[in-house]
Structure formats: C-alpha cells, structure tokens
Nanobody, 131 residues
Framework: VQLQASGGGSVQPGDSLTLSCLVSGGTLSRLTLGWFRQGSGKEREFVAQIVRNAGGTAFVKYGDSVKDRFTISSDNAKKMVYLEMNNLKPEDTAIYYC??????????????????????WGQGTQVTVSS
C-alpha cells in the first residue's frame, strides 16, 4: 500500500484547508485510514481515522483537539481519503501524514488507533497556520 498526501499550505487563523491522500496498492474498504500530525519538537499526534464495515457504514474517530473542526472522509472509487480542516488555529501547524492499517475489524470501529497501529505511511504535507 502506498499513500501520497497533498493539499498542505500556509493559511491564516480561521481559514479552511482540505488535505487529500491517494491510496494505491490496496482496497480502501479493507483498510483503516487515518491522519496524524507532528508539530516541530512534538510527538506524532492522532488526528482522525475512518473505517467502514462490510455494509459500507463509516465509523470515524477524532482527536480531542480537532473534534468539531475537522472532518475525515473517503471515496473508495477514487481511492482517496480527505481531511477537511475548518477554523484552523496556529496550534494546528504541523506536518500531516495519512496512514493505513490493514486491521479494519470491528475493534477499530469505536477506538482510535495509535501511530504504532498503522502499517503504511505517506510522506507528509506541511500545514502552517499563521497571521
């Protein structure tokens, strides 16, 4: 599985930005897909994840610091995962990584993964929020 993130940039506080991640070499419906971020001098932080059951219902989880501002979504046909970020704050400044975990079992529906849980990683895209 290969992942390629894009869409980062420099924005002002309060702006919106959408990150995209192209997933190749795997079937999105058989993966847990996530976004993580790492600020300068900080540990990698969970942002969001999405996993679908056999019926296609999506189960999503968010980190506390982005809840109600960020939205994760996926498009199986396009092999894309998106992270819509609204009301961006300076503390959102980080390199954002998309990741995939082959474990898409029911245990992932209601619990957030850690970085160690994810098997495949993209190269990261920089998001800078500054006035």
């Amino acid at each position: 599985v290969q992942l390629q993130a894009s869409g980062g940039g420099s924005v002002q506080p309060g702006d919106s930005l959408t990150l995209s991640c192209l997933v190749s070499g795997g079937t999105l419906s058989r993966l847990t897909l996530g976004w993580f971020r790492q600020g300068s001098g900080k540990e990698r932080e969970f942002v969001a994840q999405i996993v679908r059951n056999a019926g296609g219902t999506a189960f999503v989880k968010y980190g506390d610091s982005v809840k109600d501002r960020f939205t994760i979504s996926s498009d199986n046909a396009k092999k894309m995962v998106y992270l819509e970020m609204n009301n961006l704050k300076p503390e959102d400044t980080a390199i954002y990584y998309c990741a995939a975990d082959v474990d898409h079992s029911g245990s992932r529906y209601y619990s957030s993964g850690t970085a160690a849980d994810f098997d495949y990683w993209g190269q990261g895209t920089q998001v800078t929020v500054s006035s």
